[in-house]
């Protein structure tokens, strides 16, 4: 090229950009998309969206091979075990909730697994002694209990599946014995975790790293081990990993390096299909799973947000944002307090969840931030994750969220076997009054909650935000941004995001309770004008560093006949559908 034409031709490159970012801009605030990274994805016969493309992928060739939606949330489970260790696997738990178009119904399953038999409360105080800890350390053989997830994926095909497990698995196999590409932000979180965990006593190192360090961004991975194991899954059901050869091998391992699980726990181990929780906001049924997950927690908080005109307060001001975290901090004192395994201890739903409860608690709602906060209700005392969704031709969905808690988990693996045990039980209380005390057989806290909305009678929304104690915040601004702020399913994602943390937690003392202002964080697309606003109100605010989760929707549009699917823009997760 000319030298002197260069410039030229780079300005003119400038002004085409520009000119298309002002008519794309001018389109998207016409359309209301202020906030969008990317369109809605749209499709007539069915939707998966999850955290990993090659997931979705599977899920979506499952649909077209004829399975339905159930098929296909397996499927894409499975392949997110094998493909993003760092947020889930078959040493984990799982939760889902499922509308089923034959019955028209909605179903909701409680997969999570309980603690060992074999270890009494006053054990485990002793143990907890002897290694100088007051809680359950999240790195300790104390700190497993039994996965659940597998018998949540044969307790959901056994009600609704079509196509045989064996074909179900089929990609996730081929993955795991041939290989895949191992994205971004998942070898990001593969590559802190492992310094540490390849130090755990098992086979860490040589099944999750390769020459000793977590996969570069690109990198072909294998897992064979796990291929090994999900084949005999296929071939002998879910009695292989609770009844047979996979719990034996486990129980050998628990005995040989001191832990706790043994075969009779896994034998003894039952999913529960369970009646969710429910509250209406604004004409909409919002469902979640309760018990000892955190979903209540969304339910409360949108009833006391019920009394606020979000709409014309405003998306992302001050005034909003304030009854946010407010409301979070007084539900939160409640989360603390009450949700726990209702086998253990009956939930006080009926307060917890009635509108003039919701009323009481508002009222202590004022113009400056709260800093001492308990629960409104007497206590009785007797007693990282990935998210996914799919729908089918047929009208079926799945709201579908597994996790081994804390990133890949224990980092405890049994040789042969390929995957990591989760760290759920370090969520007990060790507080003997506390409703979630750890007891023989017992289902901890969980942070791990599906989503799903009806509207009239019909599905209208499955969603999920993962994200540890954020979720239920991440639920709320989901919810809000759709029917309060009128936003796209995939805008609602996109959309500046916000956090407090500070507030008591279900693993600390029946006594403790919120004595500061807690802290708010911010994302940078909240402007700063309202930063100095909420600081004014007397928040510690600080912009970004935290966790801000991770977000997959599909929403039904009757009137078009069509699905409209959203996934996270902040990291690796696709929605797709055909």
């Known amino acids: 090229m000319n030298p002197y034409l260069k410039p030229l031709s780079l300005l003119t490159t400038l002004l ?162 041939n290989g895949f590409p191992v994205t971004e932000a998942i070898s990001a979180g593969w590559r802190r975790s492992v310094p540490f965990l390849k130090t755990q006593p098992g086979a860490f190192e040589s099944t999750f790293t390769i020459d000793g360090r977590g996969p570069h961004k690109g990198e072909i991975f294998k897992n064979p081990d796990l291929g090994s194991t999900l084949r005999v899954l ?34 003894n181990h039952r999913s529960e ?73 009956e939930v006080p739903y009926d307060v917890l969840l009635s509108k003039e409860y919701a009323a009481e608690r508002r009222k202590l709602i004022g113009e400056t931030a709260m800093k001492d906060v308990s629960t409104g209700v007497e206590v009785i005392e007797n007693g990282d994750t990935v998210y996914l969704t799919t729908a089918d031709s047929e009208g079926n969905m799945v709201s579908l969220i597994q996790s081994n808690f804390r990133g890949m988990g224990t980092g405890f693996v049994v ?27 017992k289902r901890p806290f969980h942070t791990i909650i599906p989503g799903f909305v009806m509207k009239d009678g019909k599905p209208f929304f499955s969603y999920g935000n993962m994200g540890g104690a954020y979720q239920p915040i991440g639920h709320i601004s989901i919810l809000t941004n759709i029917i309060d702020f009128e936003m796209n399913v995939q805008e609602a994602g996109d959309a500046a995001r916000w956090d407090h943390s500070g507030s008591s937690e279900p693993t600390g003392k029946l006594t403790d309770k919120l004595s500061t202002t807690g802290q708010v964080n911010l994302e940078s697309g909240i402007p700063y004008e309202v930063v100095r606003q909420l600081r004014a109100k007397g928040h510690k605010v600080e912009v970004g560093n935290s966790f801000f989760g991770r977000y997959q929707g599909i929403m039904r549009d009757y009137e078009n006949g069509v699905y409209l699917g959203a996934s996270e823009s902040r990291v690796d997760g696709q929605a797709a559908g055909y």
């Open 273 to 345: 299909w369970v009646e969710p929780v429910t509250t209406n906001y604004r004409g909409y049924d919002v469902y979640q799973v309760g018990g000892n997950v955190q979903g209540t927690a969304v339910l409360q908080m949108l009833n006391i947000l019920e009394g606020y005109d979000l709409k014309s307060m405003g998306y992302g001001t001050v005034e909003t944002l304030h009854a946010f975290i407010e409301t979070k901090k007084l539900v939160y004192e409640d989360r603390a307090k009450h949700y726990a395994d209702p086998d253990f201890q």
């Open 415 to 441: 040789p042969g076997l390929g995957f990591s045990f989760q760290n759920r039980g370090e969520l007990f209380s060790t507080d003997s009054k506390h409703p979630n005390v750890y007891a023989l057989g």
């Open 16 to 177: 085409i950009l520009i000119t298309y970012h002002t008519y794309a801009q001018g389109d998207r605030e016409a359309d209301g998309l202020n906030f969008a990274s990317r369109s809605e994805v749209i499709g007539q016969n069915g939707m998966v969206a999850t955290s990993h493309p090659l997931a979705t992928q599977i899920g979506l060739d499952i649909l077209k091979q004829g399975g339905n939606a159930i098929d296909a949330a397996i499927a894409a489970n499975a392949a997110t075990g094998l493909m993003e260790p760092t947020g889930n696997g078959i040493g984990g738990d799982l939760f889902a909730i499922v509308w089923h178009e034959k019955t028209q119904k909605l179903y909701a399953l409680n997969a999570s697994g309980r603690s060992p038999l074999g270890l009494s409360y006053d054990d485990l105080l002793k143990e907890l002694d002897e290694i100088d800890e007051e809680s359950i350390p999240p790195y300790h053989l104390l700190s497993i209990s039994v996965p659940g997830a597998v018998d949540g994926w044969f307790e959901l095909h056994k009600k609704f599946g079509s196509l045989p497990m064996e074909e179900i698995l089929k990609s996730p196999i081929h993955y795991a014995e």
């Open 234 to 267: 296929a071939k002998k059901g879910r009695d292989a990993f609770y009844n047979g050869e996979i719990a034996i091998k486990i129980d050998k391992w628990m005995v040989k390096n001191k832990g706790y699980l043994r075969y009779t726990d896994f034998e």
